[in-house]
Antibody, heavy 121, light 107 residues
Framework: EVQLVESGGGLVQPGGSLRLSCAASGFTFSNYWMHWVRQAPGKGLVWVSRINGGGSSTTYADSVKGRFTISRDNARNTLYLQMNSLRAEDTAVYYC??????????????WGQGTLVSVSS | DIQMTQSPSSLSASVGDRVTITCRASQSIRNYLNWYHQKPGKAPKLLIYAASTLQSGVPSRFSGSGSGTDFTLTISSLQPEDIATYYCQQSYSTPYTFGQGTKLQIK
């Protein structure tokens, strides 16, 4: 059974940092691109970042570029999101998502349950 | 960035109805278009990728069509379990933008 389990969310003050983790199991982790997608309370889905299977290629949304860093440890089947200089507008549920990049098509076929990040003083 | 616009924003239909949701891209995305739905409190679920390819395990009442800038998701016969918010997403170029969502309710 495929599982993506996020952890590391919580309440943090503006300007603070958090590191999210996503533990993957049930599929060949290193064969998948991985993404972070977030959803502010009551709002729609917003793509945040992606990383290729080997960890050598990363891309970010402009809203987080320079503040967030995506990385992965394929030996531990774990995806990370280091979030620095957090702002109130970063408050959201953060989903870890797995993308097979099948025949060049990017789509998410496995999603985690999400972890809530709240940025407030 | 490529903007994705869905219509309608909300939709009320009866069980058994044929339901259509449209998604328009601000520039051509060829067929790099995905459809998801999301039930309250749950993670999204993939329905269709590459504009018209049904994800394994998704009921055949769901179908997708379109290419270029205009796309359609159709539910041929609405079932109670289809109540959700539906999102399109382009995967032609990063950032992989989503539409704003279409909330589907039962009449």
């Amino acid at each position: 059974e495929v599982q993506l389990v996020e952890s590391g969310g919580g309440l943090v003050q503006p300007g603070g940092s958090l590191r999210l983790s996503c533990a993957a199991s049930g599929f060949t982790f290193s064969n998948y691109w991985m993404h972070w997608v977030r959803q502010a309370p009551g709002k729609g889905l917003v793509w945040v970042s992606r990383i290729n299977g080997g960890g050598s290629s990363t891309t970010y949304a402009d809203s987080v570029k320079g503040r967030f860093t995506i990385s992965r440890d394929n030996a531990r089947n774990t995806l990370y999101l280091q979030m620095n200089s957090l702002r109130a507008e970063d408050t959201a549920v953060y989903y870890c998502a797995a993308d097979p990049d099948y025949r060049g098509y990017s789509y998410v076929d496995y999603w985690g349950q999400g972890t809530l990040v709240s940025v407030s003083s | 960035d490529i903007q994705m616009t869905q219509s309608p924003s909300s939709l009320s239909a009866s069980v058994g109805d044929r339901v259509t949701i449209t998604c328009r891209a601000s520039q051509s995305i060829r067929n790099y278009l995905n459809w998801y739905h999301q039930k309250p409190g749950k993670a999204p679920k993939l329905l269709i990728y590459a504009a018209s390819t049904l994800q394994s395990g998704v009921p055949s009442r769901f179908s997708g069509s379109g290419s270029g800038t205009d796309f359609t998701l159709t539910i041929s016969s609405l079932q109670p379990e289809d109540i959700a918010t539906y999102y399109c997403q382009q995967s032609y170029s990063t950032p992989y933008t989503f539409g704003q969502g279409t909330k589907l309710q039962i009449k």
